[in-house]
């Protein structure tokens, strides 16, 4: 091969080569799913961190199955619980999803769900005279600020509850039971799902009274302004989740009987 050739076939594979490291070096083609900001707080067994620093719970892990199903990627963010309506009218949120009660907010509200029931408790000091609701008459009942139980507490809108000497509304719902377990309060009120769990995390008795207060239907709320369709969506897919079985082994992963609070169609929206 004269010289001449030689130079043209060393130019026609370096070129080859050029353009084979120009194809490797291309920018992979984009898969990132449209991602739905989800605001909540921590509240176990709903959303917690685990021993990993990694968000898990039976939202997160119902969040991450319903809108892998839609096509969306979950993004949780840690909020003020008390800020929840402003973020998410103000459309920093998406949604607000944290064991979250649509009863007498069915209105303030976009909802998708209910997806579960929950109850909400009294719990007291194992030795505590308080036996019944009635016997909350005159004593000291804790509870988060902007929940069910202190609606219920203060504004006297159920005939079973007799009128207490204080209500202590606190924003950080995990002082509620310090505040039981010290005596600053004769009662404590919440859901009873994380009532257990926090005396299966700390090892503290607390007893549930038997009287529930409320039977409350658990959603997610977008904002009445909000025309994507994605609460309805959300809505459909979960009923496919709960006739296929998924939310039941999701809530079965974290509490007993998953049954008992998949009783959605039986709950009372009062």
């Known amino acids: ?143 988060q600020s902007t929940t069910k139980p202190e609606e219920l507490f203060l504004n006297h809108s159920d005939p079973r509850i007799p009128q207490v000497a204080e209500v202590f509304s606190l924003q950080n719902r995990e002082l509620i039971y310090p505040f039981l377990s010290k005596g600053y309060a004769d009662a404590i009120a919440a859901h009873e799902t994380a009532i257990l769990q926090y005396m299966k995390d700390y090892n503290v008795q607390y007893r549930i009274l038997d009287e529930t207060l409320l039977t409350v239907g658990l959603g997610v709320a977008f904002s009445n302004r909000d025309q994507r369709g994605v609460a309805e969506k959300l809505t459909q897919t979960f009923e496919e989740m709960r006739l296929d079985g998924t939310i039941a082994k999701i809530i079965g992963n974290y509490l007993e009987q998953p049954e008992k609070y998949l009783e959605v169609d039986l709950y009372e929206r009062k």
């Open 1 to 143: 091969m004269c010289n001449h050739h030689r130079r043209f076939v060393l130019l026609v594979l370096l070129c080859l080569a050029l353009l084979g490291g120009c194809a490797q070096r291309q920018p992979a083609e984009q898969t990132s799913l449209p991602q739905i900001v989800i605001g909540s707080d921590n509240y176990p067994p709903f959303n917690y961190e685990d021993a990993n620093g990694e968000r898990t719970g039976i939202d997160v892990d119902l969040a991450n199955e319903a809108f892998r199903r839609m096509g969306y990627e979950p993004v949780f963010v840690l909020i003020n619980w008390e800020d929840k309506e402003n973020l998410v009218n103000g459309g920093q949120l998406d949604c607000i999803w944290g064991s979250f009660s649509i009863n007498g907010r069915e209105a303030d509200y976009r909802w998708a769900g209910p997806y579960m029931v929950s109850y909400q408790a009294v719990a007291v000091r194992p030795e505590s005279d308080i036996i019944t609701l009635a016997d909350l008459a005159g004593k000291r009942v804790a509870v």
